[in-house]
């Protein structure tokens, strides 16, 4: 409920909350429901919507709760702003970014067009300062955004492998100090991976006139990108020659850039609107629910498209790409209670099976829903020079966002994450700390008999509880947490998702405080081989005074592991907001 006070639910001019959650769950499916009177068709959804989101089996990105309704209109969580290779473009992206902030969306950009430091400006004959120097300026218009008034500012910050400035770029957030508003992406090519893989060199060229300005070695650029990540966890990998590969409208141009936690790659000026899923309620017995899955995907899709219609977008040219390709991303959250619920160890073969068979039913059922709406309302304007076959009324369908937030509203896991913890610590009101149990835990353990304040007390002292013997083996086999589970089989089911997502799937591979530089790269080099289509790694207590050793006394996100920044009480992440 604090979340919900704070960031969500309406005020008055006094700052005084004038609605309960059912209240804004109504004013969110009335707002998207009556974009049908536009079509004459589809009747009674506000009540479908009502319930879904009441129940908390599904549930929009932040933007659509806080703004549905009321005066700002912009339901988009996920921004992409063209960064183009003169002052003009590079403040004009600047402002927009700020616009878009302002109404609570992420901004992913892409610096890649910028000239390199020291670069000749012909225009005044002095020298180019570089993406890196204009990124700082970037990162100081976000610190002073703070998001529609409740969420805090947030980039993603891509720059090419290829740009001479990359090794500057790798590096940047070193200090623990700079960029803190960005997230830092190396758009990564599969020439570079292989040439890494080979030992051989490439060239570092020139953006502004394509020439080559020295080649270096690819595995030494690599193992710079693990040792950062390693230390301060950025920058993360996007393969973006994965992601172009399933670019749905090549000929509107290529995908440079991703939403801030990676999960959409889109197009300039586009953006995308989320909403997912809640696993845990679509068990029923230790098993799938396969049908209430489908009915809840089904609402999911046509709640999606209506909030296109819905949008009151901040950027004129926002609108216009958006509307020719009507993208939308519906994931899932509390994958790993469902994975609890099951009796299944998160990473298991049989977990595996279970999330390509899971990902392939809600992509089927999400294509056959947004098919049916074609047939009535339209396919998306820009079909016939898409890869898509129609009719269909998005590009995309499908995307799995890290759902920091709307999984805590939700009361279950996040994305597809494994637990980080099985007790953590969040802090309340007055600087008040609360230590929480996973609930499903605390469950098993009263039906099991072991449930003892004693028990409590030494979970709350670590992040793994395999060698408490307190414990059931068959209960520890299941709650496994993030440093249970080895990186190889997290990115592993990573790959199970994408397969079957159309977007991108957002993934913190979380490592303990030993693992390596080398483990880094490995991962890297693993995700790509499998298909990812980016992958980003924390390694515990890579930021001194923020995440820290004892569960009593860390400062992290339960969902990422990451530094949890606290205003007035209202835990916010970072990295996944």
């Given at each position: 409920m604090l979340i919900l006070e704070k960031r969500y639910l309406m005020k008055d001019e006094n700052g005084q909350t004038i609605e309960t959650p059912e209240q804004m769950f109504r004013r969110v499916a009335s707002n998207v429901a009556a974009v049908n009177e536009l079509y004459g068709d589809r009747g009674n959804e506000e009540e479908e919507f009502f319930q879904a989101m009441r129940s908390l089996e599904f549930l929009p990105n932040s933007p659509t709760l806080m703004n549905a309704g009321t005066s700002i209109q912009q339901l988009s969580a996920c921004f992409v702003i063209p960064v183009g290779d003169s002052i003009e473009s590079i403040y004009d992206a600047i402002k927009y970014g700020a616009i878009v902030q302002q109404t609570g969306g992420g901004v992913g950009f892409s610096f890649s067009?910028?000239?390199?430091?020291?670069?000749?400006?012909?225009?005044?004959?002095?020298?180019?300062?570089?993406?890196?120097?204009?990124?700082?300026?970037?990162?100081?218009?976000?610190?002073?955004?703070?998001?529609?008034?409740?969420?805090?500012?947030?980039?993603?910050?891509?720059?090419?492998?290829?740009?001479?400035?990359?090794?500057?770029?790798?590096?940047?957030?070193?200090?623990?100090?700079?960029?803190?508003?960005?997230?830092?992406?190396?758009?990564?090519?599969?020439?570079?991976?292989?040439?890494?893989?080979?030992?051989?060199?490439?060239?570092?060229?020139?953006?502004?006139?394509?020439?080559?300005?020295?080649?270096?070695?690819?595995?030494?650029?690599?193992?710079?990108?693990?040792?950062?990540?390693?230390?301060?966890?950025?920058?993360?990998?996007?393969?973006?020659?994965?992601?172009?590969?399933?670019?749905?409208?090549?000929?509107?141009?290529?995908?440079?850039?991703?939403?801030?936690?990676?999960?959409?790659?889109?197009?300039?000026?586009?953006?995308?609107?989320?909403?997912?899923?809640?696993?845990?309620?679509?068990?029923?017995?230790?098993?799938?629910?396969?049908?209430?899955?489908?009915?809840?995907?089904?609402?999911?899709?046509?709640?999606?498209?209506?909030?296109?219609?819905?949008?009151?977008?901040?950027?004129?040219?926002?609108?216009?790409?958006?509307?020719?390709?009507?993208?939308?991303?519906?994931?899932?959250?509390?994958?790993?209670?469902?994975?609890?619920?099951?009796?299944?160890?998160?990473?298991?073969?049989?977990?595996?099976?279970?999330?390509?068979?899971?990902?392939?039913?809600?992509?089927?059922?999400?294509?056959?829903?947004?098919?049916?709406?074609?047939e009535s309302r339209g396919s998306f304007p820009s079909i016939d020079a898409s890869i898509i076959k129609g009719p269909r009324r998005n590009a995309t369908l499908l995307s799995i966002a890290p759902t920091g937030t709307i999984s805590l509203i939700a009361g279950c896991s996040s994305g597809i994450e494994p637990y980080y913890a099985v007790s953590y610590s969040r802090r309340a009101l007055e600087g008040q700390r609360l230590y929480e149990v996973l609930p499903l835990f605390k469950e098993a353990a009263r039906k099991g008999g072991f449930l003892s304040p004693e028990l409590l007390e030494k979970i709350a002292g670590t992040r793994s509880i395999q060698g408490l013997k307190d414990v059931p083996s068959d209960v520890r086999q299941v709650f496994l947490t993030a440093h249970d589970i080895p990186p190889g089989d997290q990115i592993d089911m990573q790959a199970a998702f994408q397969r079957h997502v159309d977007n991108a799937v957002s993934k913190t591979i979380n490592l303990s405080a030993s693992a390596t530089w080398a483990d880094v790269r490995h991962i890297f080099i693993h995700a790509h081989r499998r298909g990812c289509k980016g992958i980003t790694v924390y390694r515990e207590g890579s930021r001194p005074d923020q995440v820290l050793t004892s569960t009593r006394n860390r400062r992290c996100c339960p969902v990422c592991g990451r530094f949890v920044h606290s205003e007035e009480g209202a835990m916010q992440c970072d990295t996944c907001g």
């Open positions: 067009n910028l000239r390199p430091e020291g670069d000749i400006v012909r225009s005044t004959g002095g020298v180019a300062s570089g993406p890196v120097s204009f990124m700082t300026v970037f990162d100081a218009a976000t610190n002073s955004i703070k998001q529609g008034g409740r969420r805090r500012g947030a980039n993603m910050g891509v720059l090419r492998v290829d740009h001479p400035d990359i090794e500057r770029f790798i590096g940047v957030k070193e200090d623990l100090s700079s960029l803190s508003n960005f997230n830092l992406s190396v758009a990564v090519t599969d020439d570079f991976m292989d040439r890494a893989a080979h030992g051989e060199g490439y060239d570092l060229v020139n953006p502004r006139d394509g020439t080559k300005v020295r080649t270096i070695s690819a595995s030494y650029i690599l193992e710079r990108m693990a040792t950062s990540a390693w230390r301060v966890g950025d920058p993360g990998a996007l393969f973006i020659d994965t992601v172009n590969r399933d670019n749905p409208t090549p000929e509107q141009g290529n995908i440079d850039a991703t939403n801030p936690c990676g999960e959409v790659p889109l197009l300039p000026f586009e953006a995308c609107n989320l909403g997912s899923v809640n696993l845990d309620r679509m068990a029923s017995d230790g098993k799938v629910d396969w049908d209430h899955l489908a009915r809840t995907v089904d609402l999911g899709i046509r709640f999606l498209d209506n909030v296109i219609d819905a949008n009151r977008f901040p950027l004129v040219q926002t609108a216009e790409v958006v509307k020719m390709n009507r993208k939308i991303g519906l994931g899932i959250m509390g994958f790993a209670d469902l994975l609890v619920r099951m009796g299944l160890p998160y990473g298991s073969s049989a977990s595996l099976r279970l999330a390509d068979k899971l990902m392939a039913f809600i992509r089927e059922r999400a294509e056959r829903t947004s098919r049916t709406i074609a």
